[in-house]
């Protein structure tokens, strides 16, 4: 009698209901001219002092980084007038966004994020062995009142990005502070302020004022966007003594290389490269939209440093069909099925040659011409 076949390792359950995350798109075969507007990348790059912090931190590549990235946290201290002892770096935000629910979601436990919220929440909190909560949505924007109505006694974490990816829509700080107010004490909030710098509301606020006063209140930021960093992987956070604490216990020793954390303060230290991305794309933002808006499609609102741009639900005139037309041109979007928005598509404000030939190319499709 043959022995029978030995079992192979089983994922926990759970698992394998985790979707993959897939990234924005580089290219298009056959294509040599390609407009990257995909990720949501800084058209001007990064700082050249980042850069050249970069170079310098390769002198000692046989050196294990300082675990407490120190000389970042202390950057950020200063930048932002708050406590250096109350902000952990991370390998960019996501793994920040993850580590918040490994310490505080398990089996049994439950995590509220929004309709079209950024797809890391989901995965973050099935992977922590918790129980994925959708809020739905009002006109594309978080609902304070749906978010409090998805609570239960099994809620531990709410993740609320604001900007919001992939629609660019925000809430007045008056609502996040009514949403805060709404929450259980042993409920934690987390405010995703990746896109934090764009938004130039008057209503608008990140949150460090909750997450410097609150107990159950965390911001986190990344440098992947507006300091053109994305490739290093660099993320923060800020909020209460015992959830750092809590994260820092978890979290890798040497999460951080020596190089992004060099380059990551003197990104900081360069406010006049900041503020040129911002002008950029206080300038690029309504052009866009307006562009787009004058071709007969909708454009949700934005305040973040893209649009969403939406499709009729018709043969040739589909978003899958514009992604294909645009590709085709050289110019590569983002696809947004997987956030519940399969009409429509997320572009990122570019440089001007690159929105140029996103509006020549979009109102070629409109105007039915061929690829």
Same mark, same amino acid.
Request: aromatic share 8%.
């Given at each position: 009698m043959s022995a029978s076949p030995r079992a192979r390792p089983v994922p926990r359950p759970?698992?394998?209901?985790?979707?993959? #995350?897939?990234?924005?798109?580089?290219?298009?075969?056959?294509?040599?001219?390609?407009?990257?507007?995909?990720?949501?990348?800084?058209p001007l790059g990064p700082s050249p002092a980042a850069v050249a912090a970069v170079h310098a931190a390769t002198a000692r590549l046989e050196l294990y980084p300082d675990g407490t990235s120190a000389v970042l946290r202390n950057a950020i201290a200063a930048r932002y007038d708050i406590d250096a002892a109350r902000i952990v770096c991370?390998?960019?935000?996501?793994?920040?966004?993850?580590?918040l629910a490994y310490a505080y979601v398990g089996p049994g436990d439950e995590g509220?994020?929004?309709?079209?919220?950024?797809?890391? #929440?989901?995965?973050?909190?099935?992977?922590?062995?918790?129980?994925?909560?959708?809020?739905?949505?009002?006109?594309?924007?978080a609902d304070v009142d749906a978010i409090l109505a998805a609570l239960t006694p099994r809620t531990k974490i709410v993740y609320v990005a604001n900007p919001n990816n992939p629609t660019g829509t925000y809430l007045p700080f008056s609502e996040v502070r009514r949403l805060h107010a709404g929450l259980p004490s042993d409920v934690l909030l987390v405010l995703d302020g990746a896109y934090a710098e #764009?938004?130039?509301?008057?209503? #608008?606020?990140?949150?460090?004022?909750?997450?410097?006063?609150?107990?159950?209140v965390v911001m986190t930021r990344t440098f992947s966007k507006i300091h053109g960093l994305a490739a290093l992987r660099i993320g923060w956070m800020v909020g209460p003594a015992h959830v750092m604490d809590a994260v820092n216990r978890i979290r890798g020793p040497f999460n951080l290389s020596t190089a992004g954390m060099a380059a990551g303060a003197a990104a900081l230290a360069d406010e006049a490269h900041v503020a040129a991305a911002i002008a950029h794309n206080a300038d690029w933002l309504p052009r866009v939209t307006e562009g787009v808006r004058a071709l007969g499609l909708v454009v949700t609102p934005s305040v973040a440093n893209f649009v969403l741009v939406h499709f009729?639900?018709?043969?040739?005139?589909?978003?899958?069909?514009?992604?294909?037309?645009?590709?085709?041109?050289?110019?590569?979007?983002?696809?947004?099925?997987?956030?519940?928005l399969p009409d429509a598509l997320r572009v990122t404000i570019g440089g001007a040659e690159a929105n140029a030939a996103f509006l020549d190319a979009l109102a070629a499709f409109v105007r039915g011409e061929r690829a």
């Open positions: 759970g698992v394998l209901a985790i979707d993959l #995350y897939v990234p924005g798109k580089s290219g298009a075969p056959g294509v040599r001219r390609v407009h990257k507007l995909s990720s949501n990348e800084t991370g390998a960019g935000s996501d793994e920040l966004l993850s580590l509220i994020f929004c309709r079209h919220g950024f797809l890391v #929440y989901r995965i973050a909190i099935l992977a922590a062995g918790g129980t994925a909560v959708v809020a739905p949505e009002r006109d594309l924007t #764009y938004a130039l509301a008057a209503d #608008y606020s990140a949150g460090f004022e909750l997450a410097r006063d609150a107990d159950n009729p639900d018709a043969p040739g005139r589909s978003a899958a069909d514009a992604d294909a037309f645009l590709a085709a041109r050289g110019v590569i979007v983002r696809r947004v099925t997987a956030y519940g």
